[in-house]
């Protein structure tokens, strides 16, 4: 027989104003300390419903407290838990160190040593006005000649510059491209002091001397590593994949009219992400709000180079 724990309660309120030795005279299916325990467990029920314990441990950390933490380690990687403590305590806002330990482990923050290490794109990121990157393209004609882009990008701005097009990337032809971008930078008033670049071989040194006089420093990039030049290396995948792949070039002077039209597309009209979708010669549209516009959109369409790249507008 197997009683419930409501019948084990009612039992053991039943029996328990007696005697002990009454408890043991009486033959019941029970032992006498079962029933007492049976009691102290209703006691210890009753004082739990009625006498509530305080909070155990530490009050929990205020939410704005918390965030000001996380924000002051993702503005200043290099700083550890006990840095972050002294400055919250420069503000009036006590909150003992391991507190502050507690809420990077939780979060799964590494410590400062290992956050503090600057990558290569935060490099490029934090030193973008300062920063010029080029390459190297080589396309294909129908005939099989071999066709060589060199083009420059700017990293803060976006801007392209095309410097030319051959089938012989001499060491003269490049030395002369590079004269004509340090007078092309003279006159936009760019003020560039690196420029990144591969250890091809058909960039001669004289190159690197060229720039070296304007107070341009030439940056190597590390062998088969083309993130250390991801920039400009976007830009010759956006340029294959919107350009070069979807047209039939036919000798240098097609290339260098195909590229001119898409140069000005790329800096007049094309979206970039990291320019917030503007152009780097076009400023991003104010959102419209008229709601007479939102309804009736009249868009219209223009094609560049015989419909392979399109621009959209408003019309007039």
Known sequence: MRFAPEDRFFLA???????????RRLRLVVRPDTILRRHRQIVKR?????????????????????????????????????RVHGELATLGRKVASSTVWEILQQEGIDPAPERASITWANF???????????????????????????AVIEHA????????????????????????????????????????????????????EILADVGIQTVLTGIRMPRMNSIMERWVQTCRRELLDRCLIWNEHHLRHALAEYERFYYEHRAHQALDQAAPLRAA???????????ALNIRRHDRLGGILHEYSHAA
């Open 124 to 150: 490029l990121r934090s030193q973008a006005d300062a920063l010029l990157a080029c390459d190297f393209i080589e396309t294909v004609t129908p005939t099989g000649q071999r066709q060589y882009i060199l």
């Open 46 to 82: 009753h004082h739990a419903r009625t006498c509530r314990p305080k909070r155990r441990g530490r009050p929990p950390t205020v939410r704005s407290i918390r965030a000001f933490v996380l924000r002051l380690v993702r503005e200043n990687p290099a700083w550890g838990y006990r």
């Open 157 to 208: 701005t976006r801007r392209i510059r095309v410097l030319g097009t051959t089938t012989h990337p001499t060491a003269a032809w490049v030395t002369q491209t590079i004269r004509n971008l340090v007078m092309d930078l003279e006159d936009s008033g760019c003020r560039a002091r690196f420029l990144i670049r591969d250890r091809d071989g058909k960039f001669p040194a004289l190159m690197d």
């Open 285 to 295: 549209p104010d959102p419209i709000t008229d709601p007479t516009r939102i309804t």
């Open 13 to 23: 309120a039943l029996l328990t104003p007696l005697p002990r030795a009454v408890l």
